[in-house]
């Protein structure tokens, strides 16, 4: 049988972050530090500083880019929640990251998921040498 050049093109990290500590939430400055920390962590390379949109009463929707995929984090004031989606291409520790993101917002309770998405991805070199033009 012949062997797959099938990989892996990106390792996502969703985590949901219930009750979490009114005060660090509702900083804007704490989302800008996080999503300025998380790329460090993840050892990604930054593409722009990150953004973040503030909706009065409701809560912020930030994001930074990364050469290597994206990161985003989502707050609802009214409920003290908050979502945290981590992207890269390149491998990461996702344990490593889920304690990251717990000590930083201090939630009561999560929910966490993992994937690995593009399984069926194959490299365009790949795809070029399997059709014999190169």
């Given at each position: 049988?012949?062997?797959?050049?099938?990989?892996?093109?990106?390792?996502?990290l969703a985590i949901d972050l219930y009750n979490c500590d009114r005060k660090i939430i509702r900083s804007i400055e704490n989302c800008y530090r996080f999503l300025d920390l998380v790329p460090k962590i993840i050892k990604t390379?930054?593409?722009?500083?990150?953004?973040?949109?503030?909706?009065?009463?409701?809560?912020?929707?930030?994001?930074?880019?990364?050469?290597?995929?994206?990161?985003?984090?989502?707050?609802?004031?009214?409920t003290?929640?908050?979502?945290?989606d981590i992207y890269a291409c390149r491998r990461f520790d996702y344990n490593e990251v889920k304690k990251f993101v717990i000590d930083f917002f201090k939630p009561?309770?999560?929910?966490?998921?993992?994937?690995?998405?593009?399984?069926?991805y194959i490299h365009p070199?790949?795809?070029?040498?399997?059709r014999g033009l190169i």
């Open positions: 049988m012949k062997k797959s050049n099938k990989k892996i093109f990106g390792y996502h390379n930054i593409q722009s500083p990150p953004f973040v949109i503030y909706k009065r009463n409701i809560g912020f929707a930030g994001w930074i880019p990364v050469v290597e995929s994206g990161i985003s984090l989502y707050i609802h004031f009214p003290n929640f908050a979502t945290v009561e309770k999560i929910q966490e998921y993992r994937f690995l998405r593009g399984k069926k070199m790949e795809l070029l040498k399997a």
